[in-house]
C-alpha cells in the first residue's frame, strides 16, 4: 500500500530530510512521474511478478492516469486500474473551499509563499468532529462542502475518519491544485513560461490522460470520501472489485 509523498504516513527520503526546502519542491505531478513507477517497479521486483492491480482514490487516480501518459510502459505492467472517486480535472469543484482557491488563488499562492513548506492536516476539525455529539452536526456541514453531502456515513464514526484528515502534503501541491481549479487545466506546475521551457521544454500543454476506460460505474450518490467512509461502501464497491480481479 503506497502513500503520497510526504503525507504523515511516508514521510522519509533517501537523501533529504523534512527540514530540507528541497523535500517540499513536488506536486502530484512529481509522485505521477516518479513515485508511482517506482512504487510498482517495486511491488513487482518483490513479488516476482509481471504485472499488478492497481486501486487509487482521488489524487491517487490523478497519479495514476498520469502516470500512465508520462511513462508508457506502466500500462504493460497492470492487470486492471480500479479507479475510486477518479480525478482528470479540478475545473467543476464547487463549495466553499474551492470557491476560496479560485476566486483568491493569488493570494493564497502569495500566503503560503510566507508559510513553511509543508501543509499538514486540518487541526480545526478535530474539535469540531470531536468526540462531543453536539458537534457532529458542524462536523458534518463542514466535511461535506469539502467532499459533498452523504447519507451513508455514520457520524459516531467521523472523530476517527477526520483525526488525520487529510494526511499532509506540500504547499507546492496545494498551489498545483488551485492552478487546476481554472484557465490552467490538468498540466504541470505552472513555473513561468521562461523556468517552463526550461524545465519541461516548453510551454505548458495538457497532460489530459487519453487512456481507454474499459468500464465505469457511476455511482451517483456517492461523495468524494463516500468510496472510503461510506457504509455501502464494501458491499457496491470493494466486494465486486475483488470479484473482478
Known amino acids: 500500500m503506497s502513500n503520497s509523498r510526504g503525507n504523515?504516513?511516508?514521510?522519509?527520503?533517501?537523501?533529504?530530510?523534512?527540514?530540507?526546502?528541497?523535500?517540499w519542491k513536488f506536486s502530484w505531478y512529481e509522485m505521477a512521474r516518479y513515485?508511482?513507477?517506482?512504487?510498482?517497479h517495486k511491488v513487482l521486483n518483490e513479488t516476482d511478478s509481471d504485472k499488478l492491480h492497481f486501486i487509487g482514490h482521488s489524487q491517487g487516480t490523478l497519479l495514476m492516469f498520469a502516470a500512465s501518459v508520462l511513462n508508457p510502459d506502466l500500462r504493460n505492467k497492470i492487470h486492471h486500474f480500479y479507479a475510486l472517486a477518479p480525478v482528470l480535472t479540478a475545473q467543476n469543484v464547487r463549495g466553499f473551499w474551492a470557491n476560496t482557491v479560485i476566486y483568491f488563488r493569488d493570494v493564497l499562492e502569495a500566503f503560503f509563499a510566507s508559510t513553511n513548506d509543508a501543509v499538514s492536516s486540518m487541526p480545526a476539525l478535530h474539535p469540531i468532529c470531536g468526540r462531543i455529539p453536539h458537534f457532529f452536526a458542524a462536523c458534518d456541514f463542514f466535511v461535506a462542502d469539502i467532499v459533498g453531502p452523504s447519507t451513508q456515513v455514520n457520524q459516531t464514526r467521523l472523530p476517527v475518519f477526520t483525526a488525520k484528515f487529510p494526511g499532509g502534503t506540500s504547499k507546492r501541491n496545494i498551489i498545483h491544485w488551485g492552478q487546476m481549479t481554472s484557465r490552467y487545466g490538468t498540466r504541470p506546475f505552472?513555473?513561468?513560461?521562461?523556468?517552463n521551457l526550461r524545465k519541461y521544454g516548453r510551454n505548458l500543454l495538457?497532460?489530459?490522460?487519453?487512456?481507454?476506460?474499459?468500464?465505469?460505474?457511476n455511482l451517483s450518490d456517492f461523495n468524494?470520501?463516500?468510496?472510503?467512509?461510506?457504509e455501502r461502501a464494501r458491499k457496491e464497491i470493494f466486494?465486486?472489485?475483488?470479484?473482478h480481479m
Do not use: Q
Open 206 to 217: 495538457s497532460i489530459l490522460p487519453k487512456s481507454a476506460i474499459k468500464a465505469a460505474y
Open 190 to 195: 505552472d513555473e513561468g513560461l521562461e523556468e
Open 239 to 243: 466486494d465486486r472489485i475483488i470479484v
Open 35 to 40: 513515485d508511482i513507477p517506482a512504487s510498482i
Open 224 to 230: 468524494h470520501a463516500d468510496f472510503m467512509w461510506g
Open 8 to 23: 504523515m504516513y511516508s514521510p522519509d527520503h533517501v537523501r533529504h530530510n523534512a527540514t530540507d526546502k528541497k523535500y
